[in-house]
């Protein structure tokens, strides 16, 4: 029974900069694939990003890349989502994800019910 607890999230000037955290327990961290994903009010939830279980190979939505880097710490089960030259468009609950049942490159269309959830942690992005 795999938990992902996020942690970062608040609110923040556009141009500024923030970091979150997810931490998984009731798994052997090293061999899921992780992932963050994110739900604006009114619209679907996206991919964002992706991080492969070593850390070797990871993904961006194109919106993101250049702006956000996704890393791991596999010692402390955290993977975090560096984020940085905020936009009230990043403004969404963001969502951590973890799996092994897919790679990191499918994550983007992997069904929900293949990944494991967090709960949320909610990002606003001032103008």
């Known amino acids: 029974q795999v938990q992902l607890v996020e942690s970062g999230g608040g609110l923040v000037q556009a141009g500024g900069s923030l970091r979150l955290s997810c931490v998984l327990s009731?798994?052997?961290?090293?061999?899921?694939?992780m992932g963050w994903f994110r739900q604006a009010p009114g619209k679907e939830r996206e991919f964002v990003a992706a991080?492969?279980?070593?850390?070797?190979?990871?993904y961006y939505q194109d919106s993101v890349k250049g702006r956000f880097i996704i890393s791991r710490d596999n010692a402390k089960n955290t993977v975090t989502l560096q984020m940085n030259s905020l936009s009230p468009e990043d403004t969404a609950v963001y969502y951590c994800a973890a799996t092994q049942l897919t790679t990191a490159r499918d994550m983007a269309v992997t069904g929900d019910d293949m990944l494991n959830w967090g709960k949320g942690t909610l990002v606003t992005v001032s103008s």
């Open positions: 991080i492969s279980v070593t850390g070797a190979r990871t």
């Open positions: 009731g798994g052997a961290f090293g061999l899921f694939n």
